[in-house]
């Protein structure tokens, strides 16, 4: 399996209060991913990395910002979480575009509850 | 920009051939097709991926019409720990570089 750690595995916190979520590798793999999983609407992009400090929105980027200072950590944040942000986050990673013989590795995913 | 469309659930039995289509009507020319599988409680895990034609590695094949229109992820005899969520998913390799993912198709395989 790839080498993806994602941190905290889960996480309850109350609505308004920030929350950082830390997607480590150990591929020194270019692009980075941060996606979100609810019932019925499958993964859903929410940010993406290209290179350290490069960064680009995904469909879902609304009360998110990403941060990505070394190759290998890429860090979620939301500033002010609301009960809409419960979800199941996966970080991936994939060594180039994912297409052209490129796949995405996944990480074991975070457990977010906001109440 | 494609958008991709596959059917919620289907059941099999075990030691089945089990296909499942993916409809992708707006595919454009670069636009790579893939699939995933994900088990509960975990990250999605590549299953194989092709752009036209067929593709076959050792545990699916992928058939792509000329057309591109439509894929079909095929899986020979499948067993109980092939029960899992299948996604297509089709890159967009065009200005907007989209990932364009399937909702998913739970496959459940009976004894």
């Known amino acids: 399996d790839a080498g993806i750690t994602q941190s905290p595995r889960h996480k309850v916190t109350e609505t308004g209060t920030p929350v950082t979520l830390r997607c480590h590798q150990t591929?020194?793999?270019?692009?980075m991913y941060w996606y979100r999983q609810d019932p019925g609407h499958g993964l859903r992009l929410i940010h993406y990395?290209?290179?350290?400090?490069?960064?680009d929105k995904g469909e879902v980027s609304d009360g998110y910002s990403v941060s990505r200072s070394k190759t290998e950590d890429f860090l979620l944040t939301l500033e002010s979480a609301t009960s809409s942000q419960t979800s199941v986050y996966f970080c991936?990673?994939?060594?180039?575009?994912?297409?052209?013989?490129?796949?995405?590795?996944f990480g074991p995913g975070t457990r977010l509850t906001v109440t | 920009l494609a958008k991709t469309t596959q059917p919620i659930s289907m059941d099999s039995y075990e030691g089945q051939e089990v296909n499942i289509t993916c409809s992708h009507n707006?595919?454009?020319?670069?636009?790579?097709i893939t699939w995933y599988q994900q088990f509960p409680s975990q990250g999605p895990r590549f299953i194989i991926q092709?752009?036209?034609?067929?593709v076959t590695n050792e545990v699916a094949s992928l058939f792509i019409p000329a057309d591109r229109k439509s894929s079909t992820l095929s899986l020979p005899r499948v067993s109980l720990s092939d029960t899992a969520v299948y996604y297509c998913?089709?890159?967009?390799?065009?200005?907007?570089?989209?990932?364009?993912w399937g909702l998913g198709t739970s496959l459940a395989v009976n004894p």
């Open positions: 998913l089709v890159y967009n390799a065009g200005n907007n570089r989209k990932l364009i």
């Open positions: 707006n595919i454009a020319t670069n636009d790579y």
């Open positions: 092709g752009y036209k034609t067929k």
């Open positions: 591929e020194n793999h270019r692009y």
């Open positions: 990395s290209y290179g350290v400090k490069d960064t």
């Open positions: 991936a990673i994939s060594e180039s575009i994912p297409g052209a013989r490129s796949e995405q590795y």
